[in-house]
């Protein structure tokens, strides 16, 4: 499904990613894993397509089609979320409209109509429901005076209406306490299915618990400096990453 | 793929064609240019006015002449020349005895072209509309079905002679004729605009609509409205304005008075649109209008408006809170663009006890456009228990336009309790990336980021404006996107 070759990325000549390269398969979940400042955040947003970082090498092949030049609402329309670690405030624009908009958006772009009223209604009351998320919530202002956990339980509610082919969390799990960390990881694994894969980056093992990875992939320094399975996560827990580090000296 | 940045956005927001730029070609009688008594008393004539109100208009003339043009406004545009402009054009071929069915075709042409079907207007929103194009009242629908509540909407020069006794009584009592320059201006060559009375206790069954439409070049438009709610009436009132694009400017200088006696209210809408010039800042309309309201006791005056277009706009729909208990609500939404200057606001003049006024101002400021607010809030000393709630918030995009915020408070009411808010923001990167990447294009995510900035005053709009205010202010703002 996901491709990535030798991708070289940055901001204002500053390389953040030195040649990293991935492959996601439909049906899998992978975790990438590091320590701050690794290039974790970027490699999300360079797949998503965000103009503030640049691609100098390297590709990204989506659905064998390369989208290193689309914009990202192209890409969100093929198929690409992003749950935000920090998901963005827009006053005056309520969940619901903002997800109808998302949703109506993307049916535009495959030339469909908008979705009907009362389909949208089931749509969003299911999800709602699956996110254990309160109607009230729904008509609030987007992100605005949302707790931690609320924002990032948002960003899960709009990755089941969009239903994406490959969904990256980026620190989804930072400022949720463990009951809302179980709710996001439940529906995550409801929304998982054999036709669509997700990434999860994580600086720690706790969320990967809950959604079991079927590969853990380490990030240092810009480049994936290894790769395993579930056990890789509970070992960098245990020792940190500086056991890696110094392997790779 | 291309970086998308402050400089991306500020092309973006680029002007788009502005929509209802055509001109129709209608036989018009215009007068000669210039204004001087002879032309006032032309203007009478020309509309078969009774002798007082030729007096009223040379009264107001000759204290035009005295009076000089305001120049406290935070806008610089070049001083219209007064001499140079036709005060009266009229399309030939109306004639107002006619209905509908014998207005000129090309006339009809236009109001499609505008949007305004006047048989979808009558048929699906239940509104009656008054049109007036550069200077004449061109139709009214929807009059029978109203006389026979007793209500009457029709143009001021027909009111002039059918109701004189009404309008003698009214005309001037809110906004006098030297209350200011545009003011006395407007009195004296005042070609056409609506008039409106609501009986006792009558509550108006549709939103009344009139659609003023500047055509002709080299043209002011002077409209009149005189809105006049008995006591515990109710009416909802619409108002929605275009012009041709043209390279010169025009001049639009309007009043409205609105007079809501006890226990009255009146809900009067604006949505303007105006030609606001070219993305140089070429052309574009002067729109300097006098909006003023009184409420007597127990009444309630709404003031909302969308202001899209015109190259300066100076504005100010006020109230007088003249009875006790009774409400002032003024609740706006001005988006400027290009070389846009819009200096508007409200004046809240609470005489009465208990006197409670409401003011919510947007301004939306792109391009190199300058948006102010300007607002008093005035507690006289017998208004006891007054209160005052204003929020005043401006949204900027790009780095190259202006929003200023300019309150004045006064009071001379101890009790009084006037709470004041301000925001300003601006729409950010981060928030166009975040509506991208769930799809949404960039035009389509200012669009929602702006409609979510304007909510509170969009919801204050009868529905059927409210969507077309909304598409208004994404034709305002949205540039092409390549």
């Not at chain 2, 006015?49 to 002449?65: F, G, N, S």
């Not at chain 2, 109306?94 to 009809?108: A, E, M, Q, Y």
């Not at chain 2, 009592?173 to 009558?202: E, H, Q, R, W």
């Not at chain 2, 990447?437 to 709009?461: D, H, P, Y």
Request: net charge negative; proline share 3%.
């Amino acid at each position: 499904m996901l491709q990535i070759k030798n991708l070289h990325a940055g901001v204002e000549n500053k390389e953040i990613l030195k040649g990293v390269n991935l492959e996601v398969k439909a049906g899998e979940i992978h975790a990438i894993m590091g320590p701050n400042g690794s290039g974790k955040s970027t490699l999300s947003a360079v797949i998503s397509g965000n103009e503030n970082f640049e691609v100098s090498q390297g590709s990204v092949t989506f659905l064998n089609e390369d989208i290193s030049e689309l914009d990202p609402e192209e890409r969100a329309h093929k198929g690409v979320f992003l749950s935000f670690q920090y998901p963005i405030e827009i006053p005056g624009v309520s969940v619901t409209n903002f997800i109808k908009t998302a949703i109506n958006e993307t049916r535009k772009a495959k030339d469909l109509g908008d979705m009907p009223a009362s389909e949208m209604l089931k749509l969003i009351k299911s999800k709602a429901d699956l996110l254990e998320i309160d109607r009230k919530f729904l008509s609030r202002s987007l992100n605005e005076g949302f707790s931690g956990g609320e924002k990032k339980r948002n960003e899960i509610f709009q990755m089941a209406m969009l239903d994406p082919k490959l969904a990256i969390l980026d620190e989804t799990d930072s400022g949720l306490d463990i009951d809302a960390l179980k709710i996001v990881a439940n529906g995550v694994n409801k929304l998982k299915s054999k036709d669509n894969a997700v990434i999860i980056i994580t600086h720690y093992q706790r969320l990967l618990d809950y959604i079991v990875p079927d590969f853990v992939h380490v990030l240092i320094d810009g480049k994936i400096v290894k790769s395993g399975t579930k056990e890789l996560a509970y070992e960098l827990e245990e020792k940190g990453y500086d056991w890696i580090k110094e392997e790779l000296v | 793929m291309a970086k998308f940045t402050e400089d991306d956005l500020k092309k973006d927001l680029e002007t788009k064609e502005y929509e209802y730029g055509f001109y129709t070609d209608i036989e018009s009688e215009t007068f000669p240019v210039g204004l001087n008594e002879d032309i006032v008393r032309a203007i009478s004539k020309k509309k078969e006015e009774p002798q007082w109100m030729t007096d009223w208009r040379l009264d107001a003339y000759k204290a035009w002449k005295e009076m000089t043009e305001p120049e406290w406004a935070n806008v610089n545009y070049k001083k219209p020349d007064f001499q140079s402009i036709a005060y009266y054009s009229a399309p030939v071929s109306i004639d107002p005895n006619k209905t509908l069915d014998d207005v000129d075709p090309d006339l009809l042409a236009m109001y499609k072209k505008l949007g305004i079907s006047l048989d979808e207007q009558k048929k699906m929103n239940n509104v009656a509309m008054d049109i007036v194009v550069d200077s004449v009242s061109v139709a009214t629908t929807f009059k029978k079905t109203l006389s026979k509540k007793g209500i009457i909407f029709m143009s001021i020069s027909e009111a002039i002679k059918e109701h004189p006794e009404l309008v003698r009584k009214y005309i001037g009592t809110i906004v006098p004729t030297k209350d200011n320059f545009y003011a006395a201006l407007n009195s004296a060559v005042f070609s056409d605009g609506s008039f409106c009375y609501i009986p006792k206790g009558v509550r108006c069954p549709m939103e009344l609509s009139t659609y003023f439409r500047i055509n002709q070049a080299g043209t002011g438009q002077f409209e009149r409205t005189l809105l006049i709610a008995d006591k515990g009436s109710y009416v909802s009132y619409l108002e929605g304005c275009t012009a041709p694009s043209r390279d010169e400017n025009q001049l639009h200088a309007a009043v409205v008075e609105l007079i809501a006696m006890d226990d009255a209210e009146i809900k009067y809408s604006t949505v303007q649109n105006w030609y606001p010039g070219n993305t140089e800042g070429k052309g574009g309309v002067y729109n300097f209008v006098t909006k003023r309201g009184l409420c007597e006791k127990n009444a309630k005056i709404s003031w909302t408006q969308v202001e899209t277009g015109s190259a300066v706009t100076w504005k100010y729909p006020s109230c007088i809170l003249k009875g006790d208990n009774s409400v002032g609500e003024f609740y706006s939404i001005a988006v400027t663009n290009n070389y846009q200057q819009a200096d508007t606001g409200t004046k809240m003049i609470h005489l009465g006890k208990n006197t409670k006024s409401t003011i919510i101002s947007k301004g939306i400021s792109a391009g190199k456009s300058q948006n102010s607010y300007r607002g008093l809030v005035k507690i006289s000393k017998n208004a006891k228990n007054a209160r005052n709630f204003s929020q005043c918030d401006s949204l900027l995009m790009g780095n190259d336009c202006g929003a200023h915020t300019f309150p004045y408070i006064e009071v001379k009411n101890k009790s009084a309790q006037i709470e004041h808010e301000a925001t300003t923001s601006k729409i950010g990167e981060d928030q166009i990336f975040y509506c991208n990447q769930r799809g949404i294009e960039t035009e389509k995510a200012i669009a929602l980021i702006v409609n979510g900035f304007s909510k509170e005053v969009l919801n204050k709009l009868p529905m059927e404006f409210a969507v077309e205010a909304q598409k208004l202010l994404e034709i305002s703002l949205e540039g092409s996107v390549g």
